[in-house]
Each structure stands twice: as structure tokens, then as C-alpha cells.
């Protein structure tokens, strides 16, 4: 059970399959527990995005209750995740000369190339979620984590930029606040997913996670610590479903019964020839083609997979991550998938799990609930900040005051 003087972190996921929230108990020495988890079934969102507002208000209020009881608390803030086709992702170059005649970096410098970097001119309708520092580059040597001090002419900086549809932003953030919920943050979800699921290890090695949802397919490159790449495909499960059932001309709960209780990724040599038998009312009315079931799987997701695989070549990742490939969502518990990804991408692949949690994590600790906990795994670390600020200002006004008391008069 958490303390009263535990922090508590919400994080809230408007998914296309199921509404989450998750609430986290943060304590003084930066121990994160899960200690509630509300979900009700999504019937307002599709692809990502809110399709019809009432219904999606009904099923976040619901999730919200769940959470409330098992908490034993009032929810008042959240941080929100958002996906969607909108939400684009590009690496931004600032530049700044150094003045001479030192030419010494300072924090005067890193301020000024941080506010290069981030003039991004994006059109109006854009809202920027986040900005990922990456590294620098002082006339023209890369990889400098720290330039303070270092000398030279023209100190540059990369930034990778995540950013979305402002109106299209602006539809589940009021749904929150109609809910009488504010909004700490707005998070793209493919953040959360890799905060819940990548080690420090993982991070610099470099990895790829794929979050593969109901509507939506999220992915993050990570390599060297920082944000690499990032991007959004408004393709998912339900896409599977769709094919399954205009392919083997199945309403679209067979086709979903069928996903889920006989799918693979790929097809084995073994299913060739056999067949499922159907059951309508208890009574089996036909029966579908395993090989046809499969191979329709296999087209849709192999295809999902390339688009990722050749738009991270075009960024010249692909031989960073050397810690593979990390699935998670739905979309992940689908048999033979690793192996499908590791065909695809030529590098190892792995199903996520939750990493360092405790409380309630146990039972959460499935691939379809990462993009929650990384939510509120986001808002520990926002609040980590505020309290390592909060405590340098404090160790400045006390050494303040004690160079006042020594001071001559």
C-alpha cells in the first residue's frame, strides 16, 4: 500500500482495443509500484483516434472508476498517451558559431544552439510533443555528449522532434478535461511503450521497439541513450481481422475468434491441407482453410514490418541496434511473430516485458499493457526532475545563506 507521502502518477491510454489506466505510487527514494489498474473496452477509437466522442467518454469513465476503486483514491491528473497517422516524427540540426576570440563553449552556447535546434518552422496546424536532445557536433567531430569547455568554431546540435495534428490533438486532451481530469503531459505513445520496456542496457546498444496495437502500429529507435527515429503506422490488429474476413468470407467475430485462437505469423509446413470447423449457435456450420488463415496473417503483418524495416534503413540505423528488435502490444502474443521479425529485420527479436516495477506489475507484466506503465514510468521521471531541481535550488539558497553569514562586513 502506498504513503501519504508517496507521489501518485496516472498514466491514461485511449487504445483502439481496450481504454487503460494505470496508477503508479512514487516514493521519496524513487521507487516506482503499479498499485492500480482500471481497463474497459474501447468502442470509440479507431486507428488510434477518437471516432465517436460519447461512447469513448463512457469507456474512459468507466477505466477511471475501475482504477479509482482498486486505488483507494481520487484521480485528478493523468498523462495522457496519443497515436495516430498525425503524429510525425524528424531529426532537426541547430547551429551556432562561437564567438571569439576564446571560442570556449558555455551554458550561454548550449542554450543558444538548443534554441537553434529547436526553430523547427513547422506549419501552424503542428503542435511538437516532444524534443529528444541527441548529441552534438563541434565543427564537424560528432558523438560530444558534454562540450562545455571544449574549444572550437561552430557547435551544432541534433534533435530528434515528435509532433502531431494540433486539432487532432486537441480531441482526446478535451474528452480528458470534460471528464473533470487534468493533464499533466501528453505523451506520444510509443514513448511510453519503450520507457516501460527497454533496460539502460538495451537503450545504448540500441533497439528498436515495435508497439503492435489494435489500430495503430508505434515505433522508437533508440541507440546510444537517446531517441533515435521514430513513426506511426495506422495499421493494427483490426487490419488482420478485416483481411481474415473478407479472405476466407467470415463475419467479423469469426475472423477475430479465429485470430486469436488459431493465428501464427507464419506458416508452418504442418498446417498445409487442414481445416477448422466453424461453430455457429453450438452447431459447426463450415469450416475455413488453416493454410489460407495463416498465410493471410503472415502477408499482412510481413508487410507492416517491411514499411518499419525500410524506413529505419532509410535513416541508416538499421546497424545500431545491436540489442534487437523489442515487441510488444496485442500484437506481440501472436505465435511465430519473433521469428517473422527477425526474418524481416535480420536481427534477434524478443517479446517485452515490464522491467523494475513493483506492486501490482506482476500481473501487468504482459506486452499489450506496456504502453500504460511507460506512461507513468514518463511522469516518474518528470517528477524526478522537478525534485532533483527542487533540491538544487535548496542547496543553493543554503550555501547562499552560509556565504552571507561568513561574509565581511
Known amino acids: 500500500m502506498f504513503k501519504p507521502s508517496h507521489h ?11 481504454i487503460c489506466v494505470v496508477v503508479g505510487a512514487l516514493s ?25 466522442h460519447d461512447l469513448a467518454s463512457e469507456d474512459v469513465r ?18 495522457l498517451g496519443v497515436t495516430g497517422a498525425h503524429i510525425k516524427g524528424f531529426t532537426n540540426r541547430g547551429r551556432h558559431h562561437l564567438p571569439p576570440p576564446e571560442r570556449q563553449v558555455t551554458e550561454a552556447d548550449i542554450e543558444d544552439v538548443g534554441h537553434n535546434a529547436c526553430a523547427l518552422g513547422l506549419p501552424a ?7 529528444f536532445r541527441q548529441h552534438y557536433v563541434l565543427d564537424g567531430r560528432g558523438g560530444i555528449l558534454n562540450p562545455i569547455g571544449l574549444t572550437g568554431e561552430v557547435l551544432e546540435l541534433d534533435v530528434h522532434v515528435i509532433h502531431g495534428h494540433s486539432e487532432r490533438l486537441k480531441t482526446p486532451i478535451n474528452l480528458v478535461r470534460q471528464a473533470q481530469i487534468d493533464i499533466e503531459e501528453v505523451v ?14 538495451q537503450k545504448d546498444l540500441g533497439a528498436l521497439v515495435i508497439d503492435l496495437g489494435a489500430g495503430a502500429t508505434e515505433y522508437v529507435v533508440y541507440a546510444g541513450r537517446v531517441v533515435r527515429h521514430s513513426g506511426v503506422l495506422a495499421v493494427g490488429g483490426d487490419h488482420v481481422t478485416n483481411d481474415l474476413a ?72 538499421l546497424s545500431f541496434l545491436r540489442a534487437g528488435v523489442v515487441l510488444c502490444g496485442g500484437g506481440a502474443r501472436i505465435p511465430g511473430i519473433c521469428q517473422l521479425a527477425q526474418e524481416v529485420f535480420g536481427l534477434p527479436a524478443t517479446v517485452a516485458t515490464c522491467r523494475d ?23 516518474a521521471t518528470r517528477v524526478g526532475q522537478r525534485r532533483s531541481a527542487g533540491l538544487m535550488a535548496r542547496l543553493a539558497s543554503k550555501v547562499g545563506g552560509l556565504l552571507n553569514k561568513t561574509a565581511k562586513p
Open 246 to 317: 473478407y479472405g476466407l468470407r467470415l463475419s467479423q467475430s469469426h475472423a477475430e475468434q479465429l485470430k486469436v485462437e488459431h493465428g501464427a505469423a507464419l506458416m508452418a509446413p504442418e498446417v498445409r491441407g487442414r481445416t477448422l470447423a466453424l461453430q455457429a449457435n453450438g452447431l459447426e456450420s463450415d469450416t475455413v482453410s488453416l493454410e489460407n488463415l495463416h498465410r493471410i496473417m503472415s502477408l499482412r503483418l510481413r508487410e507492416t514490418l517491411d514499411i518499419i524495416a525500410e524506413d529505419v534503413d532509410r535513416t541508416g540505423l
Open 28 to 52: 521519496h527514494e524513487g521507487v516506482l509500484n503499479i498499485i492500480a489498474v482500471g481497463q474497459h473496452k474501447s468502442r470509440g477509437v479507431r486507428k488510434g483516434e477518437i471516432v465517436d
Open 125 to 131: 496546424e503542428r503542435e511538437v510533443l516532444h524534443v
Open 188 to 201: 506520444f505513445n510509443g514513448i511510453g511503450s519503450s520507457l516501460a520496456v527497454l533496460t539502460p542496457q
Open 62 to 79: 468507466e477505466a477511471l472508476r475501475q482504477a479509482e476503486e482498486m486505488a483507494e483514491l481520487r484521480i485528478r491528473s493523468v498523462y
Open 8 to 18: 501518485i502518477i496516472v498514466g491514461l491510454e485511449l487504445g483502439t482495443s481496450k
Open 357 to 379: 516495477l513493483g506492486g501490482q506489475a506482476a500481473s501487468l507484466d504482459q506486452p499489450e499493457f506496456a504502453t500504460g506503465i511507460g506512461l507513468v514510468r514518463f511522469g
